[in-house]
């Protein structure tokens, strides 16, 4: 029943007009020189850690705990490319330190710069973790945006993290403890903090040891407060910058991502790009892989490329209707398809 996509759709190589075969020719050169470059490293630990970047420099943290400015030479600058969180080698070369290579990379967070930038730039490499963070009250618990983050987690190839912060206002009564159902049954880990009080704080610093970590969540929802009890400085976090957009005064960055250590250990990234980061790439066909928790059901629809929307015998509307899944994620998936681009 699957449908399959129809062979030869795509425009046969003999129809490539001339700039695109040079074009061809020119990306597979400079993959020969990646290679190369990269084989010159590869029995060598990368000895940087980028923590800012600016056009031809970033500031790195090497391996004897200092922290320099180094030149990108030209080949990284051109071939590689440089993003907070990337792994670098370096080599003092007369009273400058130069960035001579960047390892390849376990994960990227990218960002379009407009509807016409096709493959965006990347804002952020090797981020292990996505802090979806959320208050039950002030502001109220919204879970489509928690759905949201999770499908952008997935999609990015990181784990989530669900914090619950301000839990200073809550009661064991309050009837939003329940809508975190789906979640615990999901084993999406899920702390719950509070700032104000310090509860949750050191579990929070144990979750973010040794890992880099990307905070999203809704303005207000507490993330600068939090970073701020795990002893960084607040106002380096996120929300603060994009509301000067983005610009961090006095310092011409190229990205305004920058990584932050914890006093406990692990790394924060921190920018506002993760917001911005749309959902619009993802085809509406693909959108049920980053519903796990569907799985089980959709086993026994009778379309194997159901969409779960209005198809006949659609297993996962019905367990939606007769509540054996959350209503409330169902909701979540039926509102990101209508989002997306038919
Ligand atoms: N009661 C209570 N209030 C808190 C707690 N954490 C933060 N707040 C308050 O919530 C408000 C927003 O906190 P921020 O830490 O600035 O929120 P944010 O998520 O960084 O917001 P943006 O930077 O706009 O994205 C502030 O007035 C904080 O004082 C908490 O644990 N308990
Ligand atoms: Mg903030
Ligand atoms: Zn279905």
Redesign the pocket.
């Known amino acids: 029943m699957t449908r399959m996509k129809a062979p030869g759709r795509r425009r046969p190589a003999r129809h490539d007009s001339v700039a695109m075969k040079r074009r061809k020719e020119l990306d597979e050169r400079d993959d020969r020189a990646r290679g190369k470059l990269l084989a010159r490293y590869a029995d060598i630990e990368p000895d940087g850690l980028v923590t800012c970047h600016f056009s031809t420099h970033v500031e790195a943290r090497l391996a004897d705990g200092s922290t320099e400015m180094c030149l990108l030479s030209p080949k990284v600058h051109k071939l590689l490319g440089v993003a907070v969180g990337d792994l670098v080698w370096t080599e003092a070369i007369g009273d400058e330190r130069i960035v001579v290579a960047r390892a390849p990379r376990r994960t990227e967070v990218r960002r379009k710069r407009g509807d016409e930038d096709r493959t965006g730039h990347v804002i952020a490499a090797n981020v292990d973790q996505m802090a979806i963070?959320v208050?039950m009250h002030?502001p109220p618990l919204r879970t489509g945006a928690i759905d949201r983050y999770l499908v952008l987690a997935s999609i990015l190839g990181i784990d989530p993290l669900l914090i619950i912060?301000?839990?200073?206002?809550t009661t064991e009564d309050d009837p939003e403890w329940e809508e975190l159902d789906p979640y615990l049954e999901m084993e999406i880990p899920i702390l719950l903090?509070?700032?104000?009080?310090g509860?949750g704080i050191d579990e929070l610093e144990d979750a973010l040891r040794g890992r880099v970590t990307v905070?999203s969540?809704?303005?207000?929802?507490?993330?600068?407060?939090?970073?701020?009890?795990m002893g960084l400085d607040?106002a380096l976090?996120?929300?603060?910058m994009?509301?000067s957009h983005g610009r961090i005064r006095g310092r011409h960055t190229t990205s305004v991502a920058r990584l932050l250590e914890l006093p406990k250990g692990g790394w924060v990234v921190d920018t506002?790009g993760v917001r911005a980061i749309g959902l619009v790439d993802l085809e509406r066909a693909d959108a049920r892989v980053h519903f796990p928790d569907f799985e089980p059901f959709a086993e026994n629809c009778t379309f194997a490329d159901c969409l779960h929307l209005e198809e006949e015998g659609c297993a996962v509307l019905a367990a939606a209707e007769e509540g054996e899944l959350s209503d409330a994620r169902y909701l979540s998936y039926a509102r990101l398809l209508d989002s997306l681009e038919e």
Request: aromatic share 2%; hydrophobic share 30%; proline share 3%.
């Open positions: 963070t208050a002030e912060t301000k839990i200073d206002q903090t509070s700032a104000e009080s509860a905070f969540g809704h303005s207000g929802v507490g993330k600068s407060s939090l970073c701020q009890a607040g976090i996120a929300g603060e994009s509301r506002p």
